[in-house]
């Protein structure tokens, strides 16, 4: 499975964006997929995930209520709509697959995708 996220850029504070998550493979729809981010000096931390049958999601505590995570299988997309917008939102976007169920860590991932830099202005 090869994964390109897109949708990053420049927001105020505040505002919305929704990233894209494209996957190759016929496998895609069978996946767990996770969103994940790292701001500079920081780690990479787990925003959202979603399982493969789009029924479960699980959200980073730091963004329930903003961000919502879903997925077109007919697509090999999922998506991250991201609402309310800070500074501290600021970070690369990476957007990983799996097998294993709603995992919240890097190695609970097999194939990530390249990032997408998102930058919230105060």
């Known amino acids: 499975v090869q994964l390109q996220a897109s949708g990053g850029g420049l927001v105020q504070a505040g505002g919305s964006m929704r990233l894209s998550c494209t996957a190759s493979?016929?496998?895609?729809?069978?996946?767990?997929v996770g969103w994940f981010r790292q701001a500079p000096g920081k780690e990479r931390e787990f925003v959202a995930g979603i399982i493969r049958s789009d029924t479960t999601t699980r959200y980073a505590e730091s963004v329930k209520g903003r961000f919502t995570i879903s997925r077109d299988n007919a697509k090999n997309t999922v998506y991250l709509q991201m609402n309310s917008l800070k500074a501290e939102d600021t970070a690369i976007y990476y957007c990983a697959s799996g097998v294993r169920f709603l995992a919240t860590t890097v190695d609970g991932y097999d194939f990530w995708g390249q990032g997408t830099q998102v930058t919230v202005s105060s």
């Open positions: 493979g016929r496998t895609f729809s069978s996946t767990n």
